[in-house]
């Protein structure tokens, strides 16, 4: 009684105070842990300063000075970690957006699920931009306003709404600013919830990210079903960390992935589209596909995926295609050098709208506007309405667009295809088809020559095709009575057929140092009595159909 009279004279909360604040913060937080906030001097966590980015140390140093707290946060501490080089440097701070975007000449606010503030440094192809965001509340989804349809149905419902979610607990908006501890609680993997303060060059941890970072484990922070369903994406991300950094993935953050992968069947398709992106431009696309398989992950959720991992059965020439087309990226981004979404897909895809094309010309379709269709045809299958569809298919279409015009290469054909603007992805397309052996070796060498000979280097290859004997065409065999019986064809218009033949051949005949046999000359019939006879000679070949142009010379 006493104890409880002074501790009301100093302010100290009863027993059953503390707890009931204690468990209001809890139910806050849907029981996720706060943790404990554990400052970690450079000593212990050996982080490499060089390998910070000086627009992002910038960022940084400006917020401070201007009274507040900052830091580099996410998945750049987490490659510091590992003493790897971030992509992309993040910033987190106490100031709002509106705050952020007031210090910097070159900033915009963009977003509603979360508000950030995209601070841009250069300009053109060298520019960069730091992604600065606020400290967010952890709040429990029963605090949120929920509403029935996803971002584009129920957007006028969610108009001037910081905290929102559907029906199944995805969080649609999230925009309650709170304090530094519950920042990290919210974020998703104690590896992605460390801050760095490049000033002082302390690690800020509250979840055991150092630990789990030295011990290459991904573990969820809070219970992983929740935090799955708050966002389904999660369920990538896990993935994708465990290829790119090699990590385990803690036994209780795995075991619900499988179980909870329907819930991505919520989320839209173009942030869809951005993760499988990501999965495969990470430089450990290959890892990506196995980690994927290993989880149960690898059918039903991205079409592109499906196209390639149903269909590529091992050894088939689409497998050979597509793992030669993943370790080339692979390569390139291990470099450091561009990797274009376009060109991949493409890849990925070929063998689809090949599939489609050759039915098309079965069909009796025209070689071009069949290959056009087939195009179509995949796209809406495979890749759907999407943000950004738009570009990703004028690049895709000219890569796939180019290769039956690689088989051209006279005239003026040659000297115009290589000054396209997307020729060298469509080269290298080729190349990739060559190293699997489905186009000529020397054609795609070729061509490669071609683009970077010089004018009287490119006129001497051309030459050289123009001049390279065509190959001889087999005659006809002359048909039975009875075979010409069956079909109604006449044996006058067969017979002439079969003359044409010959004629041509005759002419075709590479010269011996005697004359040529004087070409025997017919007296022709009405047109009506020859039709039929030569529909397939259409005497357009990619190398201008000499053997139809003699046919037809009077």
Not at 130 to 139: C, L, N, P, Q
Not at 514 to 521: E, G, W
Not at 538 to 552: E, L, R, Y
Request: net charge neutral.
């Amino acid at each position: 009684m006493i104890r409880k009279f002074i501790d009301k004279l100093l302010g100290k909360p009863a027993d059953g105070s503390a707890k009931a604040a204690k468990a209001a913060k809890a139910a806050k937080t849907g029981g996720i842990p706060l943790g404990k906030r554990t400052e970690v001097p450079e000593s212990e966590h050996g982080i490499d300063a060089s390998l910070l980015d000086e627009r992002a140390v910038r960022v940084v140093t400006t917020l401070q000075q201007a009274g507040y707290e900052a830091y580099i946060v996410g998945g750049a501490v987490r490659d510091l970690m590992v003493n790897r080089r971030p992509k992309d440097f993040d910033v987190a701070t106490n100031a709002t957006p509106e705050q952020v975007k007031g210090l910097f000449r070159r900033a915009f606010i963009i977003g509603r699920r979360f508000r950030i503030v995209h601070v841009i440094h250069g300009r053109g192809r060298d520019h960069e931009v730091i992604e600065v965001s606020t400290f967010r509340a952890y709040m429990d989804n029963s605090a949120a306003e929920q509403v029935e349809g996803n971002e584009k149905t129920s957007r006028d419902e969610m108009a001037g709404k910081s905290h929102v979610v559907d029906a199944s607990g995805r969080v649609l908006r999230d925009n309650v600013w709170g304090p530094q501890i519950e920042d990290a609680a919210r974020r998703d993997f104690t590896v992605n919830a460390m801050y760095y303060d490049p000033s002082t060059r302390i690690v800020i941890d509250y979840h055991g990210g150092i630990k789990d970072s030295q011990a290459r484990v991904l573990r969820m922070i809070g219970d992983p079903e929740t935090r799955y369903r708050e966002d389904p994406v999660r369920i990538l991300r896990v993935v994708r960390f465990a290829a790119k950094l090699g990590f385990t993935i803690e036994p209780k953050t795995q075991k619900p992935l499988k179980a909870m992968a329907a819930t991505l069947a919520n989320v839209p398709a173009s942030r869809m589209f951005d993760e499988m992106i990501k999965l495969l431009q990470t430089g450990h696309a290959l890892d990506s596909l196995a980690q994927l398989k290993a989880q149960g992950l690898d059918r039903g959720l991205f079409p592109v995926l499906d196209a390639v991992l149903t269909h590529a059965t091992a050894g088939s020439p689409r497998e050979k295609f597509v793992h030669l087309a993943l370790k080339d990226t692979d390569r390139r981004v291990a470099e450091g050098k561009a990797v274009a979404p376009s060109f991949m897909l493409a890849c990925m895809l070929w063998h689809d709208v090949q599939e489609n094309w050759t039915r098309l010309r079965d069909a009796g379709e025209h070689p071009m506007p069949a290959l056009s269709q087939a195009i179509d045809a995949v796209f809406d299958a495979r890749i759907g309405d999407i943000s950004g569809r738009g570009k990703l298919a004028t690049d895709m279409r000219e890569i796939w667009m180019m290769q039956p015009r690689f088989e051209r290469r006279t005239g003026a054909q040659a000297y115009g295809l290589v000054e396209q603007p997307r020729f060298r992805a469509g080269f290298d397309f080729l190349r990739l088809r060559a190293d699997v052996g489905e186009a000529p070796a020397d054609l795609a060498e070729w061509w490669e020559d071609f683009s970077l000979g010089n004018d009287a280097e490119r006129e001497a290859l051309v030459d050289a095709v123009r001049d390279a004997p065509r190959p001889r065409r087999s005659p006809k065999p002359r048909r039975t009575p009875a075979e010409q019986a069956e079909d109604g064809t006449p044996a006058e218009a067969s017979d002439e057929a079969g003359d044409d033949e010959s004629d041509d051949q005759e002419l075709a005949e590479p010269g011996t140092g005697d004359a040529p046999r004087k070409k025997r000359r017919r007296r022709r019939k009405p047109s009506g009595a020859r039709t039929g006879a030569r529909s397939g000679d259409t005497g357009s070949g990619p190398a201008g159909g000499g053997g139809g142009g003699a046919g037809g010379e009077a």
